[in-house]
């Protein structure tokens, strides 16, 4: 399915008022997993309260261990930090990467900003090498709004 073709599916989940706000992004995760080939972990952490650290609320794939990220710690971390995209081709080659699966090979984290403020952010896993492109970048951002719209 393409990035376009899934835009009006991800506005449907969102604009969905019979469901909780945890159900739209849990199907919301689901979606991107079973849509993307490459997508084999989605996730979206978030500011957990005053803390300076993040915490997993949704997710589609694999359990994790890491449900609280420290501001600074992993890629998921530093995002938290910079406010910026971060596409990582190859995790081996990061020093401050946290291995959730010995399988993922890429990772790709997008903050979610909502009034301005970075208050989480989705993340990507993948065992794919080096899949994630600008449009990965675009249509994550459009996730992201719409996401930002119902919190």
Known sequence: MTFQELRPKVQAI???????????LLQICELL????????????????????ELKLRSYAGEETDHTIIPFGKGICGQVAVSNKNFVVPDVQAQ????ACSISVKSEIVIPLFKNGENIGQ????????????????????FVNQEVAKIL
């Open 14 to 24: 969102a604009t969905n008022p019979q469901e909780t706000t945890d159900n739209k």
């Open 122 to 141: 989705i993340d990507i896993d993948s065992e794919t090498p080096d899949p994630f492109t600008e449009e990965d970048e675009r249509f994550l951002e």
């Open 33 to 52: 997993k079973e849509a993307i080939a490459y997508y084999d972990w989605v996730g979206f952490y978030f500011k957990n309260g005053d803390k300076e």
């Open 95 to 98: 020093d401050n990467y946290i």
